[in-house]
């Protein structure tokens, strides 16, 4: 009686064919070995001193409604200029004056420090507020720039409202917002838009403004300020 023949095995794994003519031997997993961590986070970077520059955004808005007696809108005032045009029929909507762009400079200020907005440093609710001037909100944010070391390096504003027409005004806005913020003249820019009437603002029914503000290190600007 003929004998079966024991055919060897081999626990080799076998090769793995990729392309015609081409060999890739498979690679047995390894265990026990641990995945590398991965890398920590690079501490952050502290400046040494004080920041020689600091740059802030401030933006408002107001709702406008009709003026007294027919309704809750206050004269209109911006950048602290009066507005003398008989046509407007309505005003901001405020605790204070509601001028909303030395609301936006204020809060640029107070940005580019990193302290809290205007509504928590002159919140509305408070009644001392009631018909307040807005440039006591800007002459306190100076102050503060000034104690911690700073003067205004320049701003640049925008206002948005269909009416009234910021061009005729502009220069007479621009002139008394650097007064306010003790620079000169051409350190300082007012830009007037429309919002083409589109929105709460494009129908007239609402006012906005936005400031940006460097504040530069009074050292570095020969102690001025």
Request: with cysteine.
């Amino acid at each position: 009686m003929a004998r079966k023949r024991r055919v060897a095995t081999t626990s080799k794994p076998k090769p793995r064919v990729d392309a015609p003519g081409r060999q890739r031997r498979s690679v047995a997993p390894q265990r026990g070995r641990r995945p590398k961590p991965l890398p920590k986070a690079p501490p952050p970077v502290e400046l040494a001193g004080e920041l020689p520059l600091r740059i802030g955004h401030g933006w408002d808005l107001h709702r406008l409604e009709p003026l007294a007696p027919d309704g809750a809108g206050r004269p209109m005032v911006i950048g602290g200029v009066r507005i003398a045009d008989g046509q407007l029929k309505s005003g901001p909507v405020a605790r204070s004056d509601g001028d909303v762009l030395l609301h936006a400079a204020t809060d640029a200020i107070l940005g580019a420090l990193a302290l809290p907005d205007i509504g928590e440093l002159f919140p509305d609710t408070d009644p001392r507020h009631e018909g307040a001037d807005s440039s006591q909100f800007l002459r306190e944010a100076l102050r503060r720039a000034k104690v911690a070391g700073y003067v205004v390096g320049n701003m640049d504003a925008t206002v948005i409202c269909e009416r009234p027409k910021i061009g005729p005004i502009k220069e007479q806005i621009r002139l008394n917002l650097a007064r306010l913020l003790e620079v000169s003249p051409e350190r300082v820019n007012v830009k007037g838009k429309t919002h083409e009437r589109v929105d709460a603002v494009g129908d007239g029914r609402a006012i906005e403004a936005h400031a940006v503000v460097t504040l530069v290190l009074r050292e570095r600007v020969g102690g001025q300020g």
